[in-house]
């Protein structure tokens, strides 16, 4: 069996392995069930909540349009880990880059008036110049001090999410006639059409076309690592920067270079969120998404597709978990339990071994994050 | 105490590493196994220390069948084992190193340190080991940190000590100082089992010589009745060329000139010194001396990875000294680097990627911003075809290839371009002897094809075969310049020790 295929066969058992676990923790949980000594009602709620969580998420047109909805940031903030990982960096800062991108857009999406045609591309592009900015920042700082990432990333996130906060106070961007942190709407001509626009009415259908930017971020990606020469500079240095140092590659400029491609990652990340789904920007537009974007790069192994495959993975299971939630008592915070458990099992991969008795080695596996004291 | 390894067959998904493989071992012997890179031994040495177990096969004490099921259990059955990489904690002391894992406690289970540097000062008395139980580790030089490796074997009761590949790291004089250490054992009665892939150091220490091919052993022997020629060509499975094959050098134009040649360290130390030197076409000059004496700094201040704080270097009448190393690549400067895995590979790529690694750039592997990998894969299976770089596909990570293939691989990428100066760093070391001979004659075909190539090597019989010159270098200084033809190897000795030789033959 090939390599891929090997760590492929890890992923999914992980995931299995997840949902194993969290069964367990649906049936204890149901205490009322339990109390009564009744299994049989426990084993059912089991049922209706995963078959929920199914449904949520692919049951019908509007489950995926809300699956899509809720990949679509995580898909491009999770390139923003992955395409830093490729090339050694930790990058933890999605979400300061994120909301950097996301102030931009909003600026780009309120202050002019064109024709859509040009102010979606120059507002997205915007958004993708303001992560990519921000981005730079723990790039050159690395470079230029030696002062590693993983810290400066996290300052920085807190540096963005205030100086955020600041912003959707002043008079540039505050919202007319309200006084709590929220800004102008963007002018329709700046909005990402919806997906399902064709549709007529159907209001329900979030999904907007921040996916196909999503999807051409990932090709861009899997372009820039297997295409250029730019791509095999970043692999050498995360691999190996004393070797691509002696190969003659600058290896700070390309530190710089690296960040400000994840940076615009995930800019675009905010920017398809402030332009797609909300039209205006609020001091929590990141949310968690760039910390989610962490786990999905590590399940992704980092690779375009991967990092494609584990946003969607993560998104199907954010929208299926508010149908399970209405379905039976289990509580939407058990997607965050199921999710951490993803992680864990792939981080663990002896214990994958362990539980399905597979022989030979795993060493090769979980070796996804490089770069740590690097 | 007699040890022995009866038939012992070891399978891994593809490869035999241990095929039918028998030997013994006795206390009071040294017992040196010798073999290529990727020949068997360490899987063998695992099965003996209990880490694998083997598919068939027995292992036998005094007569009788013992089985290991882990490292302990070798331990306990009477087997240390010195590793090629140490397992010593830097910050700690040797007293508390020694006893990691078997502290010595007292009341309340604190720990009797006093005890720990008791029982070190024992073991080292009599081994005439001469360690310091209060020294911390990382302010001791390699040769003292395998003593204190010995020590760890030693309180654990050791009959048996195996070293794999004992004297890789090790200075010339710390060579000398291991082998009284070993003949120390042995007189004491401990048995030692020796891996190494150098012939001359088997010759030296051993009893008896087994040799190992493709998982087999192939040879068995004893130092008095072999020869150097005859152990490599057990080894290797053909005649094999020890002494490098080369006309003399016709000399042309200078091609590299180092000029008062200056680096100082961050922390204030002058490491190379004023050096200067010429190399001109179509000559290998050697520069000999013992490890940490500048060399490397040396290097790495002409290939432009180091700044030179004072001096320059010139390429083909052109002054390079603050160009890049990509500036200096295209000057057409090769640079075969000391440490392969480190600086010349990243072993986790391709071989296809490592072979245009330092390339990439050439309008031949891309077009600024694409890539070509189309005429990358073309030319890397050129080069693995040219260069005999054993593998089934170059599309493999170049960790997969084996310590030779891999210098081969730099080799290959460094050479088989239109270059004017190679600079080689340790260009053979840790690699088997059939890979030597390889790389060696490439270098002298490079030499012939009129580049100036400059060679710096430990190992001194590896400058004196292939140099025809060679610059002694100590104490960042260049002390003498002395033709290979003329000068004894003692001389060039005394030269890297800091000495002179009475009557100066050059």
């Known amino acids: 069996m090939s390599e891929t295929l090997k760590s492929l066969r890890f992923t999914l058992l992980a995931v299995v392995a997840a949902l194993v676990v969290s069964a367990f923790i649906i049936v204890i949980t149901d205490i009322e069930a339990l109390g009564n000594g009744d299994f049989g009602t426990a084993l059912s709620t089991l049922r209706t909540a995963y078959w929920g969580l199914f449904k949520g998420a692919f049951g019908s047109l509007r489950a995926i349009s809300n699956t899509i909805t809720g990949a679509t940031p995580l898909l491009l903030a999770g390139l923003a880990v992955s395409s830093a990982f490729k090339a050694g960096l930790f990058n933890i800062g999605a979400t300061g880059q994120m909301l950097a991108g996301a102030m931009t857009g ?13 102010h979606v591309p120059l507002a997205l592009i915007a958004s993708a110049i303001g992560g990519a900015l921000f981005g730079a920042i723990p790039g050159a700082l690395k470079a230029r001090t030696g002062a590693h990432e993983v810290i400066t990333t996290i300052m920085l996130n807190g540096i963005a999410s205030f100086t955020v906060l600041w912003l959707l106070k002043t008079e540039a961007f505050k919202r007319e006639g309200r006084d709590d942190a929220i800004s102008k709407f963007v002018e329709e001509s700046a909005r990402l059409p919806r997906l399902f626009g064709f549709m007529g009415k159907r209001i329900d259908l979030l999904a907007h076309s921040g996916f196909i930017v999503a999807l051409l971020a990932t090709a861009v990606f899997w372009w820039l690592l297997r295409k250029t020469t730019l791509g095999f500079e970043m692999q050498a240095t995360g691999f190996n920067q004393e070797a691509a140092k002696y190969a003659g590659m600058r290896t700070k400029s390309l530190m710089v270079v690296s960040m400000a491609i994840a940076g615009s990652f995930a800019g675009l990340a905010g920017g398809s969120e402030v332009l797609g789904l909300y039209g205006y920007a609020s001091a929590t537009v990141a949310g968690d998404i760039g910390f989610d974007a962490i786990a999905v790069a590590l399940l992704g192994r980092s690779t375009p597709i991967g990092t494609l495959v584990a946003a969607i993975l993560f998104g199907a299971l954010q929208a299926g978990g508010r149908q399970m939630q209405v ?32 022989k030979g080695e795993a060493k090769s596996f979980g070796q996804t994050f490089r770069g740590w004291g690097g | 105490m007699k040890f022995e390894l009866r038939g012992i067959t070891k399978r891994f998904p593809g490869i035999v590493a241990n095929d039918q493989v028998s030997l013994s071992i006795s206390t009071g012997e040294v017992l040196a196994l010798i073999g290529e890179n990727g020949a068997g031994k360490s899987t063998l040495m695992n099965v003996l220390y209990g880490i694998y177990r083997p598919d068939e096969g027995e292992l036998m004490v005094d007569g009788k069948p013992i089985h290991f099921s882990s490292p302990a259990d070798a331990i306990a059955a009477g087997i240390g084992m010195v590793h090629q990489h140490f397992m010593l904690v830097p910050v700690m002391t040797v007293a508390e190193n020694v006893v990691l894992g078997v502290e010595p406690t007292g009341r309340l289970g604190s720990l009797d340190i006093a005890e720990a540097r008791r029982m070190v000062r024992e073991v080292s008395d009599k081994y005439k080991l001469e360690l310091d139980p209060d020294a911390v580790i990382e302010d001791l030089p390699v040769g003292v940190r395998q003593r204190v490796e010995i020590v760890k074997v030693l309180m654990r009761d050791a009959q048996i000590v195996v070293f794999d590949e004992p004297t890789a790291v090790l200075t010339p004089s710390e060579i000398l100082e291991f082998f009284e250490i070993v003949r120390t054992l042995v007189g004491a009665g401990r048995g030692v089992i020796f891996i190494t892939h150098k012939l001359k150091e088997a010759l030296t220490i051993a009893d008896r010589i087994n040799v190992l091919r493709r998982g087999k052993v ?6 008095s009745a072999t020869n150097e020629d005859e152990i490599a060509e057990m080894m290797v499975g053909r005649a094999v060329q020890l002494v490098v094959d080369k006309h003399s050098a016709k000399p042309g134009d200078v091609m590299l000139a180092v000029r008062d040649l200056t680096v100082v360290e961050p922390d204030g130390r002058t490491v190379v010194d004023g050096v200067s030197f010429e190399v001109r076409r179509g000559e290998i000059v050697g520069v000999a001396g013992v490890q940490g004496n500048g060399q490397t700094e040396l290097v790495e201040a002409i290939a432009g990875l180091r700044r030179a704080a004072g001096g320059s270097v010139t390429l083909a009448g052109r002054d390079i000294t603050g160009d890049s190393p990509r500036e200096r690549h295209v000057a057409g400067m090769a640079h075969i680097p000391e440490d392969r895995q480190k600086q010349g590979l990243v072993v986790d790529m391709s071989i296809v990627e490592n072979l245009v690694l330092t390339r990439y750039h050439d309008p031949e592997f891309s077009s600024g911003v694409r890539m070509n990998w189309a005429g990358a894969k073309e030319k890397a299976a050129a080069m693995v075809a040219a260069y005999d770089i054993r593998t089934t596909d170059p599309s493999q990570a170049a960790s997969t290839l084996s310590g030779g293939n891999q210098q081969k691989v730099i080799v290959a990428r460094e050479l088989s371009r239109d270059i004017k100066v190679a600079v080689a760093a340790q260009p053979t070391r840790g690699i088997d002897v059939g890979s030597i001979e390889y790389v060696h004659a490439q270098m002298v075909k490079e030499r012939d094809n009129g580049v100036a190539m400059l060679v710096v090597s430990t190992e001194l019989d590896e400058v004196m075969a292939l140099s ?5 270098m100590y104490r960042g200084k260049i002390v003498a310049d002395l033709d290979p033809r003329t000068v004894s190897h003692m001389d060039v000795g005394l030269y890297m020790a800091g000495s002179r030789p009475t009557a100066v033959s050059s």
């Open chain 1, 327 to 358: 379905d039976t008592d289990v509580p939407i915070d058990l997607i965050i339990v199921l999710r951490a458990l993803i992680v864990m099992f792939i981080a663990a991969p002896l214990l994958v071994k362990a539980m399905f008795r597979i």
């Open chain 2, 218 to 223: 192939v040879g068995e022997t004893a130092p």
């Open chain 1, 106 to 118: 909003l600026w780009v999406g309120f202050a002019f008036q064109l024709p859509p045609l040009i």
């Open chain 2, 468 to 472: 025809d010159r060679v610059l002694v």
